[in-house]
């Protein structure tokens, strides 16, 4: 708009010039908002594409593939939590029944453990062994394995040696022959064993020579 275009439709120069004033101060009012609003214009732009970019991958997401992919590693740590705890049980047990193995005086607890059915033990909330008393029991009654626990003074043998001997009339073998110690002291007992004698006992399973017998 200029002034002339103002006259021409009559209206006067003075009152034109102000109206071009005026319209001149809007102008720049609206250049100025214009100023303002273009950098949030392009803000909106970046963000609008940044979205668009977003939803493009989310798109492209295989939403089955994660959602197996979260399940595995669900299942992973449950077990290695299930692991550890077995783990951790398991160290108890073994401490436990180490300590069981040797308050039974046995001479060597990994000997005693391998003849325990440790199947059927368990680990009590006490700390002790349920069922170990009974497996102890018959293994120091058993010939064959109480020799690996130490038997205090005073305790009674399950067994005498002229009962092993003895044991032997029960099988094909002709019973082996009674020992009678002479009156003489063990040193020159065992210095004297007769050949015939250390043969019985060994086929009785005893040792050669007494070496302990008070007989």
Do not use: C
């Not at 099988?171 to 020992?179: D, K």
Request: no cysteine; glycine share 6%; hydrophobic share 40%.
């Amino acid at each position: 708009m200029k002034k002339e275009e103002l006259v021409r439709l009559g209206i006067a120069e003075d009152i034109a010039q102000q109206i071009i004033v005026m319209h001149g101060k809007d102008i720049e009012n609206f250049k100025n908002q214009i100023a303002t609003l273009e950098p949030e214009v392009a803000t909106l732009k970046t963000q609008l594409s940044d979205a668009s970019k977003t939803i493009d991958g989310f798109k492209k997401l295989d939403v089955e593939g994660i959602k197996a992919a979260a399940d595995e590693w669900k299942t992973k740590y449950d077990q290695s939590v299930k692991d550890g705890e077995a783990k951790v049980a398991q160290l108890q047990f073994d401490h436990a029944l180490s300590g069981a193995l040797t308050e039974a005086k046995a001479k060597n607890p990994i000997a005693v453990k391998a003849l325990l059915n440790v199947a059927d033990l368990k680990l009590a909330k006490d700390g002790s062994i349920v069922g170990l008393a009974e497996q102890l029991e018959k293994l120091k009654a058993d010939e064959h394995s109480n020799f690996l626990f130490d038997v205090e003074a005073g305790e009674t043998e399950t067994e005498t040696d002229s009962q092993k001997i003895n044991a032997g009339s029960t099988s094909n073998n002709p019973p082996a022959p009674r020992i009678v110690a002479p009156t003489k002291s063990k040193s020159v007992l065992q210095q004297a064993v007769d050949p015939v004698v250390r043969a019985a006992r060994l086929a009785a399973g005893l040792p050669a020579e007494p070496s302990g017998d008070n007989k």
